[in-house]
């Protein structure tokens, strides 16, 4: 399945071409440009949405640039040597999707940020959350192109402590505690991580992909690599049950630091852990059913959770739990031995088509319940009840997000697990498609349970705080793209199977 992330020799493509001088620029932007941006706004800290959309258009046209040159010349390559290490990138058609993402939520979250840190109470190193958000994105923006140990290493870490660091911006006590506790969790996995990578240097002394994708071969050395690297990652990225950091990281959050992180940041480790056990555990049998099998525990666990709580961060929190479900009960179609061919394909194209689904509509969700906690000073589902008289737009929001998250048509969500649905059928997994259809029933428990209160018209009335002109239809924005791909689901299918790969 390593040819599916542009792991292969570019010999043996004709579709890989050297790279245009525009494409090194467009790189140069997409990976440095957040970073600088971020800096100068911490010199220079914005008071309004329109400085922040002027200064992100470059970033938008950098992906652009790269989307429309994979287009033309297929898989692109770009290679350095860097004081005796060999630093390599690659562009295929699922990092290019997943680059976009990241900048459209990325530039959403940044928009978002001047009017929830203006009408919030004042913070004083909340100037700080631009450069950290644009380390943020720039790691991002690397972990989807590296195509080595070392560099996703450097990117992986570059993530983590810029997310802890947007956490404790706040400083409060509890933001403090969750802070530390995520940096302490991340340490450890990052310790994981660098226990399997040495390993792997260790014996085949290779760190770049497709060398080492040459020379591993399936045994113990592969094995407790896999095992290591994968508890370190599956730490990172909160899944089930290593995910108990995760709804206080969300409750003690800034909003736009959530929609970060929920949308991108986990799903980043998700990303690695595919490829690199794509490398060293292909076709192995029992490693991608124990992951799914616990997906389906997290997607009965997370459900309920949200069902129970009272706390509207907590809820959407806990709903990611549940959706990170989904795509762990697909890792034996996309990584176990004696997979039919087209159910394999139709796995990949569902498991990429949820997790980009779900990185819309979860940020829009978040920003969602920031507008109406921040509207209404209340954080409690039942203290939220009434608000359908005076935050339509808001719930709409919600509603809009949620819709892609239940898996109603013609969301990207219903797309995704018909992709899905298709292939274990195929494969006749039935447990897996009764796991898909227990988690849509348990989403749209609490949703609906959300939304009893918001319509309660026997609610008291509150006192709203006005929103900052623009802040819902950004989220507005964020839960139409992940409707609208649903309907134009055969672009970013397409686009993955472009090039070559």
């Not at 429309?68 to 060999?86: C, D, K, P, T």
């Not at 409750?251 to 998700?270: E, M, R, Y």
């Not at 059913?289 to 459900?303: C, D, E, N």
Request: aromatic share 10%; net charge neutral; hydrophobic share 60%.
């Amino acid at each position: 399945m390593m040819w599916r992330f542009g792991l292969f020799d570019s010999t043996a493509f004709d579709s890989t071409f050297e790279p245009l001088v525009s494409t090194y620029w467009a790189l140069c932007i997409a990976l440095a440009l957040p970073l600088l941006l971020g800096l100068l706004a911490a010199l220079f800290p914005p008071k309004r949405m329109w400085p922040v959309a002027l200064a992100s258009l470059p970033l938008l046209a950098s992906g652009l640039v790269l989307l429309f040159a994979f287009e033309q010349a297929g898989l692109l390559r770009w290679q350095w040597q860097i004081a005796g290490v060999s630093l390599s990138l690659r562009l295929n058609g699922l990092s290019v999707l997943l680059l976009l993402t990241t900048q459209w939520i990325g530039v959403a979250a940044a928009l978002y940020t001047p009017g929830v840190l203006r009408l919030g109470e004042p913070e004083p190193l909340s100037r700080w959350l631009w450069p950290l958000m644009g380390a943020l994105l720039s790691a991002l923006s690397l972990i989807w192109l590296a195509t080595d140990l070392l560099t996703l290493y450097i990117a992986l870490e570059l993530m983590g402590l810029a997310a802890v660091g947007m956490l404790l911006l706040s400083g409060k006590v509890a933001a403090l505690l969750a802070g530390m506790r995520y940096l302490l969790l991340a340490l450890v996995g990052s310790l994981a991580y660098l226990l399997g990578v040495a390993l792997i240097l260790g014996h085949w002394g290779r760190l770049d992909l497709q060398g080492l994708a040459d020379v591993v071969e399936p045994g113990p050395v592969a094995w407790i690599a896999g095992a290591l690297i994968g508890a370190g990652l599956a730490l990172k990225a909160a899944l089930f049950p290593l995910h108990g950091w995760l709804s206080p990281v969300h409750s003690n959050a800034w909003t736009p630091v959530s929609a970060l992180h929920a949308a991108l940041v986990i799903k980043a480790s998700l990303f690695m852990l595919l490829q690199l056990w794509s490398i060293l555990l292909p076709d192995t049998f029992y490693a991608p059913r124990v992951i799914a099998w616990l997906g389906v525990l997290a997607i009965v666990w997370g459900g309920f959770l949200a069902w129970r709580t009272d706390s509207l961060k907590i809820l959407v929190a806990s709903s990611t739990v549940a959706q990170l479900g989904y795509l762990m009960v697909v890792f034996p179609l996309l990584l176990g031995p004696d997979i039919a061919p087209l159910s394999r394909a139709l796995a990949w194209e569902g498991f990429w088509l949820q997790l980009m689904g779900h990185a819309f509509a979860k940020s829009a969700m978040f920003l969602a319940a920031g507008n109406l906690i921040l509207a209404t000073g209340q954080s409690t589902i039942k203290g939220l009840a009434g608000t359908s008289r005076r935050l339509p737009l808001s719930l709409l929001v919600f509603g809009i997000a949620s819709v892609t998250l239940m898996g109603l048509p013609p969301s990207s969500g219903f797309t995704a697990k018909w992709l899905l649905l298709e292939a274990m059928l195929i494969s006749q997994q039935w447990w897996a498609v009764a796991a898909l259809l227990v988690g849509t029933l348990l989403t749209a428990a609490y949703v609906f349970r959300m939304f009893r209160y918001s319509f309660d018209e026997s609610a008291p009335r509150h006192r709203y705080q006005p929103l900052a002109p623009g802040m819902d239809l950004i989220a507005l924005t964020l839960a139409l793209i992940a409707f609208a791909l649903g309907l134009l689901a055969h672009f970013p299918l397409e686009l993955m199977h472009g090039g070559g790969v």
